[in-house]
């Protein structure tokens, strides 16, 4: 792959020194996590006068961090969107629900990484002067959770957690929330509703969570990764984040690589690598010596690319961009050859339409269809025109609905339909009418 | 004065209106099912979309750009917006289905999407005819529907509670009626269960749905998932009239609709007036109507050898002043009625001064407790203000009781009401002397007594005015036909097809179930010029005029003035 790792931009990834899952042995106690010099980056931001909350800020700007919740909002920039401090409570939920297919990294730094998460967590309250974060995690990671709560009793009992923060007089909160098994609860402002204990409904936006968030207050909302990328950036500071990876979507990633692989798990790596190394070097190529039929690159919301569609493409949001996908979760599902897409739409069809929350109708209505038609393709029941029709739903879906769970469900099948096309073809059934024949006879003759 | 512009037309407007309230404010269709104006905006039915465009600002200016025409130039949002949570903007631009193919495309689609699983069994339901969903498809949705599944079950037939039944399936998940119980009668009775097509509105386990106000969903509902365990099944809207008026439960005078068929009440609605109960009717005023219905008597009697027996309506009245003429009038007892109209005490005020008998008192109905500082009262009649306005004022029990006892009274003058009943007197004290009674229903336990006894018509048979307990004076309308031809009451009944008013010309109209009443204001007149004393009105609508003229309280209260949604006497100018 000589070629294509000229294009890479990840650098000299083979030698990368791991920063969000380094390789130390229970790192997830806290013992051995500020052995290893932990909740020093904290200290030094609570008691060093260099770092005022603004400062914080501003050098989680210059480190360019993008969001790695999936939209890839700029992390920087949506703290500075909260309001100055008035005497209303303000909060931080940091988003730990992840639900969506193909994606398994967020577990990974809760399992084994779980202090820096917190220290992200705090310095993001002192940078946004919030007193309150909500933690909130998918509720099938119950074994982590257990493990959470319990080092999270011992920060307490430090003093690095709650009244009066390493003496200083910081304060602020850490509450672990565990979700009940919904999907749609990752999406920010319906894991507000269900943080309030209300069904998880997304809310309307505007007004966005940092003007009305939780309970009506000024909220900012973050994924796992996002902040747990936080300490790094204050201890090492924002150009040296910076320079990680792509120059436009900067610093060290968890790639979750799934599907046909001979080593699929989760390997950090700076972001920018090229997609054929992710698949061939890091995980070690397809399973069996097959060849690749697609890469589905960010989770499976996002659309899928054909093997022929992804030399050169690196993983950050231009190149994907470019290349006619996303970049998302970072979660890659890799399939093979022998992989029947119409089946594999089927599933991720059977998944949106269990997961919408069923608030707006073209959301409740169109998932459910989707499923319906594909899997009357896939069982060779399918006519030609379902294909027409399902291009059709996604139109009537996609920017129609309250959140982007609908998006997300129609871009799959949009594009596979786009791109696979000869594949769903294969399987259905001619048309009844053929077209191109008159079938009215002329009455004059 | 900021403006928009909707469909070509410049409109301007005042502080930060939502776009589809204003547009529905100033006749412009949009349609439309979760936005309800009490409620708060999910937007979560996504019928409602429209084009949005703004002016395109100059970064150097801060002005907006122009177009060669000297036009602002227009930037269209990628997405539609939902029109019923948008925030209305000086120089906003929007387009509607009218000229934006896009939009009427949305709702098109929309509305295929809503009706892949609904049941369509409108030809048994009871909300077809008035039905948001179903005219809404014929009106913007598809010729057909290109959805070839199964659709999704969900349960038929589920009692929520006493009064209301869920078909889930008809269920659009609009939440409306969770919104209600969430936040405006605050039972939290009703919630969203499932997810995505599985979704649907029911109690928490354990809990009924027996909210007092529970009803008030089935109208919010915009498809016939809730309907009332009551009414359902018993006729169509079709077949039915509509006539606004008020309830009268209670002194709050709630607005509402009397549907009609076969001339028998058979539902209330609410009416919206802001000013009395906004949308809402607590659910005893809306079942309270059996007694429009049942137990009604039929044509006066009189009593002949210790028996009521049938007699004409002559027969009645001459009986009726027969038997006054003879006594002073000191010695008459007039019993005005909380229940009656305004015009009707008046008359009987009228009567008794022309006697030379004392003002009128009334009999107060006061159930401690039952008032809820809502739309329910503690006063369970609705024109306790009325009277005292007119100076009808409570009655002093004891003192008429000794009154009485004393030989004092020598007659009573019941203008519908129940002294009997009520316990102001005992059957035995009344047995010996006159007692003449308007009355509704033959469960009014004073006809044991009665001498005359002269069928009344009730609020949905009459016209007439009534004042409620925040001082705000309000008309009824006749719903439903008497036995005798009055022109007046005819006038107002019959209006049009239109109107669904019952009138003779109409199928529905049914003459088994007239009741020979009349209304106090036709009966009243008839006794007092036996007497002596004419008091011809021609019709409850000039009486209303000489109140409104001559009495202080009543200043300006003319049927004009209060048209359909009342008005608060204060704010007339009329005295306290
Ligand atoms: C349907 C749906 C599900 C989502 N699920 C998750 C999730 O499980 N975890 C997550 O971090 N973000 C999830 N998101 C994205 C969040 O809404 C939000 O953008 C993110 O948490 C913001 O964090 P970031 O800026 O740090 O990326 C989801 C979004 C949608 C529309
Ligand atoms: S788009 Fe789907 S998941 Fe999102 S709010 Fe609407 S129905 Fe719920
Ligand atoms: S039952 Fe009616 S009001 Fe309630 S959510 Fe369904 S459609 Fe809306
Ligand atoms: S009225 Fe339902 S989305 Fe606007």
Redesign the pocket.
Known sequence: MAVNGVQSKAGDWRNYKRVLLPPIRDLHRLEVYEAHGGYQTLREVLTSDRWDPKAVIEEVKKSKLRGRGGAGFPTGLKWSFMPPVDDRPRFLCCNGDESEPGTFKDRQLMEFNPHQIFEGILIACYAMSVRTCYLYVRGEFARWIEHMEHELEKLYARGYVGQNIMGTDFSADIVIHKGAGAYICGEESSLMESIEGKRAYPRIKPPFPAQRGLWGYPTTINNVETLANVPLILRNGGEWFASIGAPNHPGPVLYGISGHVNRPGVYEYPTGMLITDLIYEVAGGIRGGKKLKAVIPGGSSTPPLRADMIDGVTMDAESLREAGSMMGTAGLLVLDEDTDMVSWLRRVTHFYAHESCGQ?TPCREGTGWLENIVTRIDEGEGRLRDLDLLLDLCDQMEGRTVCALADAAAWPVRYTILRFREEFEAKCKPSLIPTGIDVAPTATE | MPRITIDGTVYEFEGRPKL?QFCLDHGIE??????HPALS?????????VEVGMPVIDRETGKPKLDENGQPVIQFMPKLQ????LDMADGMVVKTHRTSEKVARAQRDNLEFLLINHPLDCPICDQAGKCPLQNQAYKYGPEGSRFEFLKVHKPKRVKLGPRVMLDAERCIN?TRCVRFTDEISKSHQLTIIERGVKNYPITPPGVEFDDPYSMNVIDLCPVGALTSIDARFKARPWEMSATPSITITNAKGSNCYYWVRDNLIVEITPRANTAVNDYWLPDEDRLDYHRFNENRPDGPEVRRDGRLVRVSWEEAYDRAAALLSGIEGQRILFLGSAYATVEDNYLLKRLAEALGADTPVYIPHIEPGHGDGWLRTDDRTPNAQGCQRLGILPVDEALVQSRLESGDIQAVYVLEDDPVGSGLFSAEALADIPVILHYYNTTNQTLAVADVALPAATVVETIGTYVNCDGHAQRVRPAKAIRTVNRVLMREIGKSRLDQHGTPYDRWYNEKHQVDCKPSWEILPEVAERLGHPLRYKGPKYIMQEIAETIPAFAGATYEAMGLEGVRLVEIGAEV
Do not use: D, E, K
């Open positions: 707006c | 589809l949009l349609p439309h099912f979760c936005y905006i999910p937007a979560n039915c996504r019928q409602c979309l939902t029109s019923c949570s609009c």
